[in-house]
């Protein structure tokens, strides 16, 4: 099984990022995928999820309007799509896969908002 996120980097505020997660050797189609996020000294935060076929997605308030998750089950991957970043968006970002008694994380993908 492997999940790997790409996509992170430097940007000045007000900019945007797209991430990347792809997934390998599980059936991605079947499995609610998230991003999560974690800075130094605190837990890791869900971000926004979404349900195995697309239909439904949610996000933490910080960043409704700002950020769009979707995923292309053709492909295995996820994305989420940022804008709009802020200061407070600078962390490392991890895709997750989850499903019954399964739990998958990636390796993480920095992204770090600053001018």
């Known amino acids: 099984v492997q999940l790997v996120e790409s996509g992170g980097g430097l940007v000045q505020p007000g900019g945007s990022l797209r991430l990347s997660c792809a997934a390998s050797?599980?059936?991605?189609?079947?499995?609610?995928m998230s991003w999560y996020r974690q800075t130094p000294g605190k837990g890791r935060e869900l971000v926004a999820g979404?349900?195995?076929?697309?239909?439904?997605?949610d996000y933490v308030d910080s960043v409704k309007g700002r950020f769009t998750i979707s995923r292309d089950n053709a492909k295995n991957t996820v994305y989420l799509q940022m804008n709009s970043l802020k200061p407070g968006d600078t962390a490392v970002y991890y895709c997750?896969?989850?499903?019954?008694?399964?739990?998958?994380w990636g390796q993480g993908t920095q992204v770090t908002v600053s001018s």
């Open positions: 050797g599980f059936t991605f189609s079947l499995y609610r």
């Open positions: 979404i349900t195995s076929a697309g239909s439904s997605t």
């Open positions: 997750n896969a989850r499903r019954t008694w399964s739990d998958y």
